[in-house]
């Protein structure tokens, strides 16, 4: 049977798996998503259908069967109904989206360049492509081509011109020994107790995705507290994902035994704590501290003298905040420079203060008041 997914049947169900902050909608993904209010959702990731065009069944050498997707979901007349079905539902994420959020969109070979061109058409602005390669792919039986190792994921603006999105780029490169994350995931597939099974051992989704793939997603290009959606939630691998780390979800599924698995996953999932799940401060982000704080705050006092790590070189502290060193007054930055016969310097971290436990980078008593300021 092959099906045109142009939207809904009238008699398609409208029900709702609820819970505060997360919550699961049974009907077609465009329909329904025209009920959210406009510029409201803060992430969508996207796992639609392959469109595989799988002829008949696949076997290993052994002539054993192989559970491969061969449901009617990822089935269509053509690939211009397959296009039609894309367009419809990613102008329905792009009118729900905030203007700084962001969209992630997973294929393989036989439907992501689609996808991309389509995207590109109705105005998103594509940041980058993510190649996840699978440490433990499925073989190509058949031994006619390369094994299938990877999928691609598109991370890409609502438009141009969109600013302000998240993108946690210090906490990602702090996760990867300070080395800035790259764009190609090293993930293993579903598989173990995290692959959900129905009564009778098989498999309850054929493409559930592994969890450590989505929190990677949400971790990179989400904070605590933001709405994420999905338009094909499955077994609610995002929603999972999304409660575990505090963020608010929505999911939008026309299977009702998919919806009924995920309700279920979703309501066992115990949120991580708060602290763990603080975002990671930037400095841009971080709110500014003037030098002259420190001295108000009476961590550093008029006539101490500030010095380089190796305590070559000191300058006074003045009660107007300017240090001095030599015959030359300004900042801690202009001085520093002066000091060092530089064009610049960052002040907070060249000068030191004199603690009884040695030297004292002056950076780590302003990142005492920002801390006190953060627990207000």
Known sequence: MVVSRRGASARAPRTNFESPSHRIILG?????MS??????????FADPPYNLQLRGDLKRPDESHVDAVNDDWDKFASFSAYDDFTRAWLLACRRVMKPSATIWVIGSYHNIFRVGAIMQDLGFWLLNDIVWRKSNPMPNFRGRRFTNAHETMIWAARDEKAKGYTFNYEALKAANEDVQARSDWLIPLCTGEERLKGADGKKVHPTQKPEGLLARVLLSSSRPGDLVIDPFNGTGTTGAVAKRLGRSYIGFERERAYAKAAEERIAAVEPLPEA???P?????EAPRI??????ERGMIMPGTKLFDAKKKLGALVRADGAIMFGDKVGSIHRIGAVAQGSAACNGWTYWHVE???????IDELRAQIRSGMAAE
């Open 28 to 32: 077609d993904c465009v329909a329904e």
């Open 35 to 44: 009920k959210l209010k406009a510029a409201s959702v803060d992430l969508v």
């Open 276 to 278: 763990s799940l603080a």
């Open 280 to 284: 990671f401060m930037t400095a841009r």
């Open 290 to 295: 003037a030098f002259s704080e420190l001295i």
């Open 355 to 361: 603690t009884k436990a040695g030297l004292k980078l």
